[in-house]
């Protein structure tokens, strides 16, 4: 009976957020007689914990460092211990989830069999500077890039290192509640992400104080989160934003994560994203498998997801007027919504299953391994 090949994955963030998801459900999703996963992080958190309760080999390695003195001796001990674990453990393949693991995983593979592939999931990385360029093309084997808008950044690389694999999500847990709209209710809106200026929440509350000058009846749901790196200023800012107008007191809610977050696409009508930076939209998929219509920013990963006048709105990004002409748009017309909920579902059916995306990067490892 074959050995199932060890693949060590490397990240370094513990919250759940969205590409920490993909990585979630990437390493449960690989069949146990083809593959054993290893996975390194930095410290405890929901997604080692996730890992464990479904039976993962998750380690711990501190390799967060602050500052440059902290920083030269935490690269050379980690890249040390990497080393030592690749060789033990008999690694073939290392999956790393960001910049800094794939710099690390890099360096530990070095005068080993074990080849890296880096899955890219921020348009914010500037992989053609010098030396920088250097180092990925002669470290990585392949870079995963999870929307069109990523996969430009390597347009001057090889072209067979840099692969465009799109998410996808389970489309038989994620499904639509059939509830007959009701009169005189709310339309309920709802956003999700990291409380980060990237995600523009404060573009959408200043789009709702243009709705609510309609005198619509409209509730927004705000559900938002920190990385345990991130500070709290643009949560504070969020909050005083909301505080300094009774309308957004009214008709806003401000909750946290959740882990039943279908329950949360069902019991909603609208999703929003105004996020001016977006390299894919992991929200976007869920809700549209639910059934919802979607307003998003023309930011990157949205416009490869939504079929403009199909299966949602695009808009302008930095635009709080464009987007509540989006929202206005779908809060008046109940027959659109549901056209555009039925449409986004069959989408994200065929364009992004979460079968067809794990089995993507199965094949992406195969091909990677080592024919014997």
Not at 40 to 67: A, C, M, N, S, Y
């Amino acid at each position: 009976m074959p050995i199932p090949s060890r693949i060590l994955f490397l990240h370094d963030i513990t919250d759940l957020s969205g590409g920490e998801i993909l990585l979630r459900d990437i390493i449960l999703g690989l069949p146990a007689d083809q593959f054993k996963a290893i996975v390194v992080l930095p410290h405890e958190g929901i997604l080692p914990q996730t890992l464990r309760d479904k039976g993962v080999d998750v380690r711990l390695v501190d390799f967060l460092w602050h500052g440059p003195i902290d920083k030269l001796t935490k690269l050379i001990t980690t890249v040390f211990t990497l080393r030592h674990m690749i060789q033990r453990e008999h690694v073939a393949l290392i999956h790393a989830n960001d910049f800094r693991p794939a710099l690390l995983a890099g360096l530990a593979a070095m005068g080993t069999k074990a080849r890296v592939v880096w899955m890219v999931h921020g348009t914010w990385y500037t992989p053609n500077r010098f030396p920088t360029k250097l180092l990925l093309r002669h470290l990585v084997a392949r870079f995963i890039c999870v929307s069109d808008a990523v996969h430009r950044l390597f347009q001057n690389f090889p072209p067979a290192q840099s692969i465009l694999t799109h998410p996808g999500v389970d489309t038989d847990y994620f499904q639509p509640t059939p509830q007959p709209e009701q009169k005189g209710t709310a339309i309920r809106l709802l956003c999700i992400g990291r409380f980060n200026p990237s995600k523009g929440f404060h573009l959408l509350l200043a789009a709702m104080e243009t709705l609510l000058q309609q005198q619509l009846d409209v509730k927004l749901t705000l559900i938002g989160s920190r990385f345990d790196n991130e500070t709290a200023a643009y949560e504070q800012q969020i909050r005083a934003q909301i505080a300094a107008s009774k309308q957004l007191q009214r008709h806003v809610t401000l909750a946290p994560p959740t882990p039943d977050i279908k329950a949360v696409y069902q019991t909603h009508d609208i999703l929003v994203s105004a996020a001016t930076h977006e390299p894919f939209g992991l929200t976007l998929i869920e809700a549209m498998a639910c059934g919802l219509p979607v307003v998003a920013a023309r930011s990157g990963g949205p416009e490869e997801i939504v079929v403009q006048d199909q299966s949602g709105l695009l808009v302008e990004p930095n635009n709080p007027n464009a987007l509540a002409v989006a929202l206005l748009q779908l809060v008046l017309n109940p027959e659109q919504r549901l056209r555009f909920g039925l449409a986004g579902r069959a989408r994200v059916i065929d364009h992004f299953r979460q079968q067809c995306f794990i089995q993507n990067m199965i094949n992406i490892y195969q091909d990677l391994l080592p024919k014997n």
